[in-house]
């Protein structure tokens, strides 16, 4: 666990992109920030044509976000890999009427503007489906399209307030907790994306049509929780803060090793936990009526931490992995960025790739995850610059004429 180094990228295999299962399906993503364009990002992974549309000038906002090399933003290069990149204003006269004429040639159409905004552009969803029946349309909102406070702000922190993640997460006796990435954000991101797989496969598969996906990031998050409602319900019960543990089962939590480093354990079933105070050298404990069962635990879960603590504390974080492996004990190291990027494990399984990019040079990129055998997709690209591919796009693809692209530039359009 010391003695890491920094990751070297020229060290890692080459990124590869093989055959991809959604070849052949067009995404059109309009959306900004993060959890509508993360969607369209899992589906370009998996080899959907992904044309990113940003706002001509500025660009979508992740490009300012967070830490920056050679001009680029860090963030922008994975969430938006594997994308083509246009501009287009579709506050804009010429953009709206520019949309219609593109949709047709899309199966999918990601976006994520406040309800009512593409109504009043004139780009109701009953109007894409005007110009093309069988457009698949993923809107991503805060609140959802319906409801009081669908028209309000709404952003991936504010989803995991809102929904009650934060209201059981962190110490009880400490403010609530939000998570120190875009938690929300991403499970709105793979909520939506299987959304579109279910609507493709009902149209392609079923003979169905274009439909819309109305993607609340509050109730794809809510999902995550949503076993706590049965505990108000039926027992009254509000779920509070209690910092690691977790009111379904003891041991849960993480502890100190004595050279500073920290494991974390979850007692999921009773062998577990057997085998937890076998590595201990404290067998008895499974007949000690305070830790008999997971009932038990629960109630003295205080006691139960203090003594798996006191043992911990006594140990090195390398004696403490070698005796759970001997004992084969659920636990695992807190790993930070650095040891994640060094580890042997993650290295075996090749999750870091190597990916030539044209803004900063040799770097790494993350394998395509969940993995699939046959059809496994893979990176070919990160993000890139605002309106890359402009030319390409409009003048080959969706034959716009010389005069008119010039147009569209002057207009601000494109």
Request: net charge negative; charged share 25%; proline share 6%.
């Amino acid at each position: 666990m010391t003695g890491s180094k920094r990751l070297k990228a020229d060290e890692l295999e080459p990124a590869s992109a093989g055959p991809g299962p959604l070849e052949g399906i067009r995404v059109l993503d309009v959306s900004t920030m993060m959890a509508a364009p993360w969607a369209a990002t899992y589906m370009a992974d998996y080899g959907a044509d992904v044309v990113k549309a940003e706002l001509p000038g500025r660009g979508d906002p992740v490009r300012q976000w967070g830490t920056q090399c050679e001009g680029s933003s860090l963030a922008w290069k994975g969430l938006s890999r594997n994308k083509r990149l246009i501009t287009l204003a579709l506050n804009k006269a010429g953009g709206q009427e520019l949309l219609l004429r593109l949709v047709p040639d899309f199966d999918v159409l990601v976006e994520n503007f406040r309800p009512g905004v593409m109504e009043r552009w004139g780009l109701a969803p009953e109007r894409l489906h005007e110009a093309n029946p069988r457009l698949i349309i993923l809107r991503t909102t805060g609140y959802g399209q319906t409801g009081p406070w669908a028209p309000k702000p709404g952003f991936g922190t504010l989803a995991e307030a809102f929904a009650g993640l934060s209201n059981i997460t962190g110490a009880e006796d400490r403010p609530p907790v939000l998570a120190g990435y875009p938690l929300a954000d991403g499970v709105a991101a793979l909520s939506g994306a299987m959304a579109v797989l279910a609507a493709l496969y009902w149209r392609d598969v079923n003979g169905g049509t274009g439909q819309v996906i109305d993607n609340a990031i509050i109730e794809a998050n809510y999902r995550l929780i949503d076993y706590t409602m049965l505990d108000f319900e039926k027992l009254g019960i509000v779920r509070q803060r209690i910092g690691n543990r977790l009111s379904d089962l003891a041991p849960r939590n993480t502890y100190q090793t004595r050279d500073g480093h920290w494991v974390a354990i979850s007692g999921g079933t009773q062998g577990i936990v057997q085998r937890l105070f076998e590595a201990m050298g404290r067998p008895e404990l499974m007949s000690d009526e305070r830790f008999k069962d997971n009932a038990s635990r629960l109630e003295h879960v205080e006691e139960l931490d203090q003594i798996i603590g006191d043992w911990m504390a006594d140990k090195g974080v390398d004696e403490v992995m070698s005796i759970f492996e001997e004992h084969q004990v659920a636990g695992a190291p807190v790993n930070d960025t650095e040891q994640i990027a060094n580890h042997p494990h993650f290295r075996a399984r090749n999750v870091f790739q190597q990916m030539d990019d044209p803004d900063l040079g040799v770097t790494s990129t993350t394998q395509v995850h969940p993995r699939l055998s046959r059809t496994p997709g893979g990176v070919r690209h990160l993000g890139g610059r605002i309106g890359q591919d402009n030319e390409s796009f409009y003048l080959q693809e969706v034959g716009l004429t010389s005069s008119e692209f010039e147009r569209l530039q002057l207009d601000g359009v494109i």
